[in-house]
């Protein structure tokens, strides 16, 4: 990837904190192109002939991290598809790239890959609110949204994993000055308000 090319925004927070939902309204202000690890990551363990099916489908139900290489790669694929096809950056004149990375990266290893073979990202939007707002909400979908992982005992453990192993990742790129934290407590409209405002800063 031309790093002149793309801007990669990361958008993290624990699972149901908003990140889907704030990432659909950014789009639509900024055109970005939204790409959800996590939506990529179930597409794939669902594509006919896929290798991964199996792997990506115990992960998810236990809430640990699929293997960086197998989500990197879904990544960078949707990502150059997206260019390709002139689906990034929509409203740009300069014909960059403009990309949200919704839930990723979650682990350190994926980070320093991402870095490594993509770009680096310019900013991190951190969503973050209590456990108990996140489990009524993963409960509330859970009751129509078919996800595997949206039952109390994967929710349990996607907590789990995202204190031990997606924390450290946040803090990593807090201590680089690049992570914009939200509260994402307040109505999704309100959130918004603030996540609007961090975008246009980082933008400018
Ligand atoms: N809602 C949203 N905002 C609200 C608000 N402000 N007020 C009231 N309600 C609000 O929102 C969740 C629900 O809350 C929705 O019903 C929404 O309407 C409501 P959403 O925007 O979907 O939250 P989000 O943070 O996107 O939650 P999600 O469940 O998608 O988060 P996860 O991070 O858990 O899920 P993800 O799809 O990213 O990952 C799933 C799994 O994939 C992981 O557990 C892992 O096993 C695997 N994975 C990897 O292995 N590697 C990766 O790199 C990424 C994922
Ligand atoms: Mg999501």
């Not at 859970?142 to 949206?150: L, V």
Request: proline share 3%; with cysteine; charged share 30%.
């Amino acid at each position: 990837f031309d790093h002149n090319k793309v801007t990669v925004l990361f958008v993290l927070g624990g699972p149901g904190a908003g990140k889907g939902t704030q990432c659909g309204y950014l789009v639509k202000d900024f055109g970005f192109c939204h790409l959800s690890a996590g939506d990529l990551l179930r597409a794939e363990q669902h594509r006919e002939g896929s290798e991964f099916g199996e792997l990506i489908q115990t992960c998810i139900r236990e809430g640990t991290i699929v293997p960086m290489e197998v989500t990197v790669k879904l990544l960078e694929n949707a990502m150059a598809d997206a260019l390709k096809e002139g689906r990034s950056g929509d409203g740009w004149a300069d014909g960059r790239g403009r990309f949200l990375v919704d839930g990723f990266p979650r682990k350190m290893d994926q980070a320093i890959k991402f870095d490594e073979d993509v770009c680096f990202a310019s900013l991190v939007l951190f969503y973050s609110t209590t456990e108990e707002v996140m489990l009524s909400r993963l409960l509330e979908r859970g009751k129509t949204s078919g996800r595997e992982d949206d039952n109390a005992e994967s929710i349990k453990k996607r907590f789990t994993t995202y204190k031990e192993t997606t924390m450290p990742v946040i803090k990593h790129y807090e201590a680089l000055g690049k992570v914009a934290e939200i509260d994402s407590s307040p109505p999704a409209d309100e959130v918004y308000k603030a996540s609007k405002a961090a975008v246009e800063k980082a933008l400018k």
